[in-house]
Nanobody, 123 residues
Framework: QLQLVESGGGLVQPGGSLRLSCAAS????????IGWFRQAPGKEREGVSC????????YYADSVKGRFTISRDNAKNTVYLQMNSLKPEDTAVYYC????????????????WGQGTQVTVSS
């Protein structure tokens, strides 16, 4: 059974850091690109970052470039999103999702999704 489980969310002050994890099981992890998306209350889901199946290509939304870093550990079937210099506008539920081989900014092209983890940036 395919499963994606996000963890690492929480409450952090502006300027702080969090590291999100997306752990996968039940499928051939190595052939999938992994994307992180987020959705804030009253807003559409938006792409945050993505890493290709090989880990050789990474992509970031303009709003997080220079602050977030995506990485993957294929031996652990886990993808990480290191988030630094967090801002209140980063507050959202963060989801990881999988797509065969290559990244895409279109959420409907991702096959499977985790349940999400809440990130709240507030003083």
């Amino acid at each position: 059974q395919l499963q994606l489980v996000e963890s690492g969310g929480g409450l952090v002050q502006p300027g702080g850091s969090l590291r999100l994890s997306c752990a996968a099981s039940g499928f051939a992890w190595n052939i999938y690109a992994i994307g992180w998306f987020r959705q804030a209350p009253g807003k559409e889901r938006e792409g945050v970052s993505c890493i290709s199946s090989s880990g050789g290509r990474t992509y970031y939304a303009d709003s997080v470039k220079g602050r977030f870093t995506i990485s993957r550990d294929n031996a652990k079937n886990t993808v990480y999103l290191q988030m630094n210099s967090l801002k209140p506008e980063d507050t959202a539920v963060y989801y990881c999702a999988v797509r065969r081989y290559y990244c895409s900014g279109v959420s409907s092209e991702y096959s499977y999704w985790g349940q999400g983890t809440q990130v709240t940036v507030s003083s």
